[in-house]
T-cell receptor
Framework: GENVEQHPSTLSVQEGDSAVIKCTYSDSASNYFPWYKQELGKRPQLIIDIRSNVGEKKDQRIAVTLNKTAKHFSLHITETQPEDSAVYFC????????????FGTGTRLKVLA | NAGVTQTPKFRVLKTGQSMTLLCAQDMNHEYMYWYRQDPGMGLRLIHYSVGEGTTAKGEVPDGYNVSRLKKQNFLLGLESAAPSQTSVYFCASLKRGGTGEQFFGPGTRLTVL
């Protein structure tokens, strides 16, 4: 069945360094790739997304890249800050009418001050 | 708009007791989902619904039942709670053919003794 692999499962970086989280999806029909951030005790919330007709999208310190051919997409966080510490989930979805929303297994990011 | 709300926020049950978790959304979304999240783990899909009056099994449906009698509400029932069902339960909704963003409720923390 469809799945999304996410790596690494944990990531520790020094404050100010960059962090990269990678996902690989299996369903070639997927055309929407969101990233959710879940702070401790809170609900997952969308932080950035990318559609299949775009290769890269940036929003301040976060960016997402997509390689459709390889079925890879990645989250990049630059100049990390302690408040970036959280669990990050990637997902793959086909927006044209299906319910299937496939989440990755999550990456716990720790930003060390 | 309240978005997605969940009732209750916390609950402690004894083994064998039953309860119902309520999810409500005011965004007129067609798709609704129930996930469970165990400590340090990802989101696992329990049941989902693609519209009023329809429900289907997800990845981990055993021990749970659901109903969607009204479009805005999605109920998750535990008929005979077991300690293995101790978890945080998240409800989410998604607009069919929309942007693709899945909106989460604040979660229900359930402990089964």
């Amino acid at each position: 069945g469809e799945n999304v692999e996410q790596h690494p499962s944990t990531l520790s970086v020094q404050e100010g360094d960059s962090a990269v989280i990678k996902c690989t999806y299996s369903d070639s029909a997927s055309n929407y790739f969101p990233w959710y951030k879940q702070e401790l005790g809170k609900r997952p919330q969308l932080i950035i997304d990318i559609r299949s007709n775009v290769g890269e999208k940036k929003d301040q310190r976060i960016a997402v890249t997509l390689n459709k051919t390889a079925k890879h997409f990645s989250l990049h966080i630059t100049e990390t800050q302690p408040e970036d510490s959280a669990v990050y989930f990637c997902a793959a979805y086909y927006t044209s009418g299906t319910y299937k929303y496939i989440f990755g297994t999550g990456t716990r990011l720790k930003v060390l001050a | 708009n309240a978005g997605v709300t969940q009732t209750p926020k916390f609950r402690v049950l004894k083994t064998g007791q039953s309860m119902t978790l309520l999810c409500a959304q005011d965004m007129n979304h067609e798709y609704m989902y129930w996930y469970r999240q165990d400590p340090g783990m990802g989101l696992r899909l329990i049941h989902y619904s693609v519209g009023e009056g329809t429900t289907a099994k997800g990845e981990v449906p055993d021990g749970y039942n659901v109903s969607r009698l009204k479009k805005q509400n999605f109920l998750l029932g535990l008929e005979s709670a077991a300690p293995s069902q101790t978890s945080v339960y998240f409800c989410a909704s998604l607009k069919r053919g929309g942007t693709g963003e899945q909106f989460f409720g604040p979660g229900t923390r359930l402990t089964v003794l």
